[in-house]
């Protein structure tokens, strides 16, 4: 008797084993399809606000980059560009921009999941993007994995997208920083 009870109790803890994995695959399941329910459309309206900003963007053949630094201020704003100082802008590589233009068009770029951080944007980074009078600006925030979309050429004005978050593009974005910024530290210290 006491052998059968040691054999179900056996049986018992691997079938608990096995429902915890069928879980965790349901789980790792559901994140998956909702990181990739996303569609284009949703990659116009919540990243870039409108169809026009994303052409302006795709169609960028002039691309600068500028390190940015937070202006800790009485009313500072970070999620307004004027809040920074801004390093000289540096002219960017068609292979960078390119790869940029390409990541930042695709849905599974971003973590579309109804979740907030508790991170205080930083932008750290911020690439401007020219196309005839359009101009476009994408600001980077490594701390919280955030990125701005900005119209136009106003420092004043706050982003149009309230910030996506471009986890599952961070070692992509880090490593076209990595690139123009050499001989920066910070940039050079991030993983």
Not at 151 to 174: H, T, V
Request: proline share 3%; hydrophobic share 40%.
């Amino acid at each position: 008797m006491s052998s059968s009870v040691s054999f179900l109790t056996r049986v018992l803890k691997k079938l608990r084993i096995i429902c915890v994995f069928c879980l965790g695959l349901l789980l790792f399941g559901g994140f998956i399809f909702l990181r990739s329910s996303a569609s284009h459309d949703d990659v116009v309206q919540k990243v870039f606000g409108n169809q026009q900003v994303l052409d302006a963007f795709v169609n960028s053949r002039q691309v600068t980059v500028q390190r940015l630094h937070l202006r800790r201020q009485e009313n500072f704003n970070p999620g307004v560009l004027a809040s920074y100082d801004h390093d000289q802008a540096v002219s960017v590589a068609p292979a960078q921009f390119e790869k940029m233009q390409h990541l930042l068009q695709q849905p599974s770029s971003y973590d579309w999941g109804p979740y907030a951080k508790s991170c205080i944007v930083d932008y750290g980074v911020m690439f401007t993007f020219r196309s005839g009078p359009r101009t476009v600006r994408v600001a980077l925030c490594f701390n919280c994995n955030w990125l701005g979309i900005f119209d136009g050429a106003d420092g004043k004005s706050g982003n149009i997208n309230s910030e996506m978050d471009f986890d599952p593009i961070r070692r992509e974005l880090i490593s076209i920083a990595k690139k123009i910024y050499r001989s920066d530290s910070v940039i050079q210290a991030l993983k």
